[in-house]
T-cell receptor, first 114, second 115 residues
Framework: GDSVTQMEGPVTLSEEAFLTINCTYT??????LFWYVQYPGEGLQLLLK?????DKGSNKGFEATYRKETTSFHLEKGSVQVSDSAVYFC?????????????FGKGTRLHILP | AAGVIQSPRHLIKEKRETATLKCYPI?????VYWYQQGPGQDPQFLIS???????DKGSIPDRFSAQQFSDYHSELNMSSLELGDSALYFC??????????????FGPGTRLTVL
């Protein structure tokens, strides 16, 4: 079945460092791809999405490009802030007959040091 | 803007008890999904409903059941609770009849602790 693999954490960076969190996927069809963020003690928030090959999703300085040839959707940010500390989940929508359940990666915990 | 509402936010139960979790989707959303997130784990899909009918089923134990009502709210019923059921339970909703059908909006979750 469809699956998502993302780099294990925790990832610890200093403020203003460059961030990359790798994500690859396996899917039989053409899923939409997502990055969700979960701040401590909170629910899941959609950070960005891309619905087809070569689409770039972006939000709050984060970017990810849907690469069909490498089946990847790596998350990047040029200059991280302490407030970016959270768990980041790469995910895809598994398009079923009537709905599109989401399959998540294991999550990557990000710590940003001031 | 209205968001997905879940109640209760926290629930503590004893082993073998039952629990009912409620989810109120965003108005006009026609699909509800339930996910379970164990401690330090990724969310796992349990079950979904589209237009009040079960749409898809994931790793939901037989002890659990769910339904979607005429007002589109959904309830997850959990019986014979086990320690391993302690988790954060998320509800998400979407509007499958729109071009943004794959965008799910998550509620804040219900944290269930089984003692």
């Amino acid at each position: 079945g469809d699956s998502v693999t993302q780099m294990e954490g925790p990832v610890t960076l200093s403020e203003e460092a460059f961030l990359t969190i790798n994500c690859t996927y396996t899917a039989t069809g053409y899923p939409s791809l997502f990055w969700y963020v979960q701040y401590p003690g909170e629910g899941l928030q959609l950070l960005l999405k891309a619905t087809k090959a070569d689409d770039k999703g972006s939000n709050k300085g984060f970017e990810a490009t849907y690469r069909k040839e490498t089946t990847s959707f790596h998350l990047e940010k040029g200059s991280v802030q302490v407030s970016d500390s959270a768990v980041y989940f790469c995910a895809l929508s598994d398009k079923g007959n009537r709905d599109d359940k989401i399959i998540f990666g294991k999550g990557t915990r990000l710590h940003i040091l001031p | 803007a209205a968001g997905v509402i879940q109640s209760p936010r926290h629930l503590i139960k004893e082993k073998r008890e039952t629990a009912t979790l409620k989810c109120y989707p965003i108005p006009r959303h026609d699909t509800v999904y339930w996910y379970q997130q164990g401690p330090g784990q990724d969310p796992q899909f349990l079950i979904s409903f589209y237009e009040k009918m079960q749409s898809d089923k994931g790793s939901i134990p037989d002890r659990f059941s769910a339904q979607q009502f005429s007002d589109y709210h959904s309830e997850l019923n959990m019986s014979s609770l086990e320690l391993g059921d302690s988790a954060l339970y998320f509800c998400a909703s979407s509007y499958l009849s729109s071009p943004l059908r794959d965008e799910q909006f998550f509620g804040p979750g219900t944290r269930l602790t089984v003692l």
